[in-house]
């Protein structure tokens, strides 16, 4: 079966508080776009077509009225309520009738990652029908993070959910790659002492089965997990530097539905016609006058 994509993009963000008071911390602009383009652009570069969009009660018809049914990008979207923070391993039980028993790739609503590897690093994890793929990445400070451990035959040892004393200096980035066993093991984790259904839980389940790959982001790939004020500006200043240098944007969803041939320049420029003027409407315009694409993501 097709691999199918979910954004979790809930939570209360008040990390960002007053900033979120109003609007959901994935619709908060990260340089020129919300940040919930740059993860579902991952899903897009992967070749993900249908994708669920998770969030809460009041924020969810804000992404309904940004996405719609997803045809505008030659996409199928749907979306779903999570009436209160329970854990990522929720998104699996929430989103099992959407699955339909289809693997799966979730990504969170506040993560970025950039780098020219990060589409055939995807592809390669998406390619695995069995078992589930986690990544790792490395940074000064894992005991923010959930951790993985691997040998140097690069098989997982240990997974763990921000240790005092971390087994290893690779962060697992909110992206995970799943076979259709997602949801009938989600509904075996039980709460943790948070009362949520932790990711971690649902990557021992795989572990135990020995089902769990990890694949490494090396030099070159940048990760920003947009939680804090701090974070949020430092990822806005980075895509501003590359996008202003190169004159390509980054996770603009338009342009990889565009590359992909999942719409035509006619849409393309219908896009950018509706959005009325602007450097991004400006941007579209070029791609579908055939000036040049840039490279994706």
């Not at 979790?8 to 007053?18: D, E, S």
């Not at 076979?179 to 389940?205: F, M, V, Y």
């Not at 940048?222 to 895509?239: K, P, R, Y």
Request: a neutral charge; glycine letters at 10%; aromatic letters at 10%.
């Amino acid at each position: 079966m097709t691999r199918k994509g979910i954004i979790l993009a809930g939570g209360a963000g008040r990390r960002l508080y007053p900033a979120t008071a109003t609007s959901s911390k994935q619709l908060l602009p990260v340089y020129n776009k919300p940040m919930i383009y740059y993860p579902l652009s991952m899903l897009m570069l992967t070749g993900i077509r249908e994708v669920l969009i998770i969030s809460t009660p009041d924020d969810l018809p804000n992404f309904k009225r940004i996405f719609g049914d997803g045809s505008g990008l030659g996409m199928a979207f749907e979306y779903a309520v999570q009436q209160e923070p329970r854990g990522l391993a929720d998104a699996f039980i929430i989103g099992e009738a959407f699955l339909d028993g289809a693997p799966s790739c979730l990504v969170l609503g506040d993560n970025i990652l950039y780098g020219n590897t990060i589409g055939s690093v995807m592809k390669k994890a998406s390619s695995r029908r069995e078992g589930a793929t986690i990544f790792g990445y490395p940074v000064k400070d894992p005991s923010r993070f959930g951790v993985v451990e691997f040998d140097k035959d690069w098989n997982v040892l240990s997974v763990e959910e921000k240790p005092t004393s971390p087994k290893s200096a690779h962060a697992i980035p909110g992206v995970y790659f799943y076979d259709a066993q997602a949801s009938t093991l989600a509904k075996q984790i039980r709460p943790s002492r948070r009362g949520e259904l932790e990711i971690t839980s649902l990557n021992h389940l795989y572990l135990q089965q020995k089902q769990l790959t990890v694949e490494v982001f090396g030099r070159g790939v940048a990760w920003f997990d947009t939680g804090t004020h701090h974070s949020l500006l430092q990822a806005a200043n980075f895509v501003e530097t590359i996008e202003e240098r190169q004159g390509m944007m980054i996770g603009c969803i338009e342009e990889i539905a565009y590359s992909n041939q999942w719409i035509c320049s006619e849409r393309l420029n219908k896009a950018a016609t509706q959005m009325g003027g602007g450097s991004y409407s400006d941007y579209l315009k070029r791609l579908a006058a055939n000036e040049g694409r840039g490279e994706r993501f």
